[in-house]
Nanobody
């Protein structure tokens, strides 16, 4: 059974930082494509960052230089370090995985990030 459990969201002031975590189980973690997406109210879900294997292969222009995605293969956890947050970063953030075993896509439940003073 595949599980993606996100944590780390919350309310932060503009200019602040948060680190999102996604604990994965049931997938071939190191080999699987994983990523972070976000969906703001009234907008479509968009890709924030993607990691293929252990290499970051995509990063949204809007977060470049502020966000860093990484994989901890010892703990099967995906991270998104978010710095210098702005109100435009407010959204529900979702962890995504495409299991290398069978190329099936999985999603976490989402974690709310709100940037406001």
């Amino acid at each position: 059974q595949v599980q993606l459990v996100e944590s780390g969201g919350g309310l932060v002031q503009p200019g602040g930082s948060l680190r999102l975590s996604c604990a994965a189980s049931g997938i071939i973690f190191k080999a699987s494509r994983m990523g972070w997406y976000r969906q703001a109210p009234g907008k479509e879900r968009e890709l924030v960052a993607r990691i293929d294997g252990i290499r970051v292969t995509a990063l949204a222009d809007s977060v470049r230089g502020r966000f860093t995605a990484s994989k901890d293969t010892d703990n099967n956890t995906l991270y998104l370090q978010m710095n210098n947050l702005t109100p435009e970063d407010t959204a529900v953030y979702y962890c995504h995985a495409r299991n290398a075993r069978n190329l099936v896509d999985y999603w976490g439940q989402g974690t709310q990030v709100t940037v406001s003073s």
